[in-house]
């Protein structure tokens, strides 16, 4: 991938030491400590850092045009407190182990049914809620879970099963590998496996994106993920994970896309499954505003 | 026409490599990158392209991987397959 093309980043805010105390919160006083030092850690971020309000921007002024600047600092705080809360929950996660949160998958008969076409199947998700949550619910399908996902170097984030030091719990395929992934993704759909790619930014090969409106405005996404389902004939899922009014979190099956066999080569033959797909993006986030979290610029740069 | 003929007009007419010919295609440039530039959703398309043409499904890509090398490569390992078929 291109560094003209990557305009996200995996890294966390904050110091290793920061993101430690909150580790040891978790471990010596339980959860609620945590939560109640995010609320002040969220208000400093967002009142003295003007960077994260920036980074919070790009999207905000999408989902709320108009806003006066009073609101915008206000959703600017609800947005980082999400994004917070999911980080203060992968922790506990890893940590104290999934019976402390409330975790369902909404619609598991619908995904084992499209399992069973033996084609494999493809779940396409986004930066929303927290999808290592989402992960470790699909244990529930008993079958191997296979995520495309790319980490950075100095990434101070861990992933729920380093806190407890244990293997993941999904095979990790790396878009940095031999042809970005390609053919270790085609092998997990022809193995009748499941496949998790992040629709919403582009983590695949060079070229192979497509322009699509978002808010009103076109970004550029992937659409490896409806060539692939063309390619093996997989069904393709929309999930979308998301945190409860509860606290806990659900897996939501948003839609069911059918990509047609041999499609070809040209972007353009995707672009209805990739509309399709926004479409259902633009749907959560009008019912989860605050659970979006892409703090870039992804509008920025399209044909 | 011999594998690496059928091949070459594979690439071109399938994944629509308009700005080359078949015969001006190298036997051993590589595939992907700086070779015939075909990217990574190439080689999804290509094998699907093989098991169509030639009837022989990739399911191991380590070999896929080695195959892909180049075009002389890849009419190699379908000659094998084919042979051993």
Known sequence: MSNEQKQWSSKSIGSNWQHQIFYILIRSGGKQLAYLLLFFVVLYYVLFRPSVRNRSSYYLKRRFPGRNSLFMLWDSYLLSLGIGLTLVDRAILGISGVENLDVSLEGREILVNLLAEGRGLILVTAHVGCWQLAMSSLSALDTEVNLLIHREEGDLDRHFFEHAGEKPPYRIIDPAGYLGGALEMLQVLKNGKLLCIMGDRVMGAEGSTISVDFLGAPVKLPFSPYKLASATGAPLAVIFPYRTDSGGYALKVAKIIRVPENLGRSANGYLPFAREFVTALEQFVTEHPYQFYNFYNMWEKTD | ?85
């Open chain 2, 1 to 85: 026409m011999n594998t690496i003929e059928k091949l070459k007009k594979i690439l071109v007419t399938d994944l629509n490599l308009e700005e080359l010919t078949p015969e001006e295609i190298d036997d051993n440039a590589p595939l992907f990158g700086e070779g015939l530039g075909l990217d990574s959703l190439d080689a999804v398309e290509l094998v699907v392209l093989v098991q169509k043409y030639f009837g022989i499904e990739i399911k191991d890509m380590e070999e896929g991987r080695t195959a892909f090398q180049s075009v002389s490569a890849l009419a190699a390992y379908i000659d094998a397959r084919l042979a051993a078929a």
